[in-house]
Every structure is written in structure tokens, then in C-alpha cells.
């Protein structure tokens, strides 16, 4: 049971943040808290994977801030999210040795699920709060962090 709630849990970190969850998964790898040695994921654990999708993850942290930047609900930001979160929840069911495609459908649900929350909460909070969005995507960003540690730990 532990693996559907995993591999959910990530795809909603995917949902709010693209490159967050993918990010977690590699630091998991890296500290051995997700064995993928053996897989056909096992370069997730890799230095140079741990620094490029970590660099994504502060990147998409920047680029949220920007007023251009797509809703996340947008078809291609929300593809992304999907194949983020399926991703994920891949090199978490091959982990351990079970079915690729429930992580996938698992990881990509967790990621619409995330996305439409994500939005929506975030909208209901700038608009209730007067804040700008800034103030409340900041908030999010460590939500996403926080999140994403908890279930690497």
C-alpha cells in the first residue's frame, strides 16, 4: 500500500511543482531511501542527475514568480505535470519490482490531482488574502519541498 500512496503522494508534488518530484525521486535514489540500482532508472541517483533535476526544481521556482509564466491547469503545463508524476511513480514501482503502468497511472493522477488543488487553492488564497500571487506562491513552493521530504524520510 505504501507504494500507491508513494507514488500518488509525488505526482502531487508534481502537480504543484513539475520538477520538484522528479527531484525528490533522484535525491532518494542518491541516498539509497529508493533502490533503483539494477533498473533501467537507476541514473536517477546519478550526481549529475541529482544536480540537473535539482537545478530544474530552483529554476521552476524562479519562473513561477514571472507574470507570463502559463497556468499549470494550461494543456502543456499540465502534460508535463502528468508525465512528471508518472515518472516518478515508474521509478517508484520499479523499485520495487511491480507494475510500471499502475506506478505511471498512480503518479499522473497524483499529478492532476495536485495541479487542479494547487491552482485552485492558490487562486482562492491571493483572492481571499489580497495578496499578489507572489506571497502565496512562495508558500506553495515550500509546501512542495516539505511534502516531497516527508515521504523520502
Same mark, same amino acid.
Given at each position: 500500500?505504501?507504494?500507491?500512496?508513494? $507514488?500518488?503522494?509525488?505526482?502531487?508534488? &508534481?502537480?504543484?511543482?513539475?520538477?520538484? &518530484?522528479? $527531484?525528490?525521486?533522484?535525491?532518494?535514489?542518491?541516498?539509497?531511501?529508493?533502490?533503483?540500482?539494477?533498473?533501467?532508472?537507476?541514473?536517477?541517483?546519478?550526481?549529475?542527475?541529482?544536480?540537473?533535476?535539482? =537545478?530544474? &526544481?530552483?529554476?521552476?521556482?524562479?519562473?513561477?514568480?514571472?507574470? #507570463?509564466?502559463?497556468?499549470?491547469?494550461?494543456?502543456?503545463?499540465?502534460?508535463?505535470?502528468?508525465?512528471?508524476?508518472?515518472?516518478?511513480?515508474?521509478?517508484?514501482?520499479?523499485?520495487?519490482?511491480?507494475?510500471?503502468?499502475?506506478? $505511471?497511472?498512480?503518479?499522473?493522477?497524483?499529478?492532476?490531482?495536485? $495541479?487542479?488543488?494547487?491552482?485552485?487553492?492558490?487562486?482562492?488564497?491571493?483572492?481571499? =488574502? #489580497?495578496? #499578489?500571487?507572489?506571497?502565496? &506562491?512562495?508558500?506553495?513552493?515550500?509546501?512542495?519541498?516539505?511534502?516531497?521530504? =516527508?515521504?523520502?524520510?
Amino acid at each position: 500500500m505504501h507504494n500507491y500512496i508513494f $507514488a500518488l503522494g509525488l505526482g502531487f508534488i &508534481a502537480g504543484l511543482r513539475t520538477f520538484t &518530484a522528479p $527531484a525528490a525521486i533522484c535525491w532518494a535514489a542518491r541516498m539509497d531511501r529508493l533502490a533503483l540500482n539494477g533498473t533501467p532508472f537507476s541514473f536517477m541517483g546519478s550526481k549529475i542527475a541529482v544536480v540537473i533535476f535539482t =537545478l530544474l &526544481a530552483l529554476s521552476e521556482y524562479v519562473g513561477d514568480l514571472l507574470p #507570463k509564466t502559463p497556468n499549470r491547469t494550461d494543456p502543456g503545463p499540465l502534460v508535463a505535470r502528468i508525465i512528471s508524476g508518472g515518472f516518478c511513480g515508474v521509478c517508484i514501482f520499479a523499485s520495487l519490482h511491480q507494475s510500471w503502468i499502475i506506478g $505511471a497511472l498512480f503518479g499522473g493522477a497524483g499529478a492532476v490531482i495536485g $495541479a487542479f488543488a494547487g491552482y485552485h487553492v492558490r487562486k482562492a488564497l491571493v483572492e481571499t =488574502l #489580497k495578496v #499578489k500571487d507572489a506571497i502565496i &506562491a512562495i508558500p506553495e513552493d515550500l509546501v512542495a519541498i516539505g511534502l516531497a521530504y =516527508l515521504l523520502i524520510f
